[in-house]
């Protein structure tokens, strides 16, 4: 699935973000709203990533979706 696709589906797909990323708040999911670049930016912050690993979790989730 593209960001596209995910952004206009985030209500369906964002659990699955929950649950590979358990630290995010229902309330910072609604915020990113299917945003990949504020997602990777969440993860940065909650996970203490580098923004490539951050953008690569973030990738991999989108194609296994």
């Known amino acids: 699935m593209n960001w596209d696709q995910i952004e206009g589906k985030w209500t369906e797909v964002k659990g699955k973000a929950r649950t ?3 630290e995010l708040t229902d309330d910072e999911l609604d915020q990113i ?3 990949k670049d504020q997602l990777v ?3 940065q ?3 203490g990533l580098e923004r490539e690993e951050a ?3 973030a990738d991999d989730w989108a194609k296994g979706l």
């Open 41 to 43: 930016g969440k993860i």
């Open 33 to 35: 709203g299917g945003r």
């Open 20 to 22: 590979s990323w358990g």
């Open 55 to 57: 953008e690569r979790q």
């Open 45 to 47: 912050q909650k996970y």
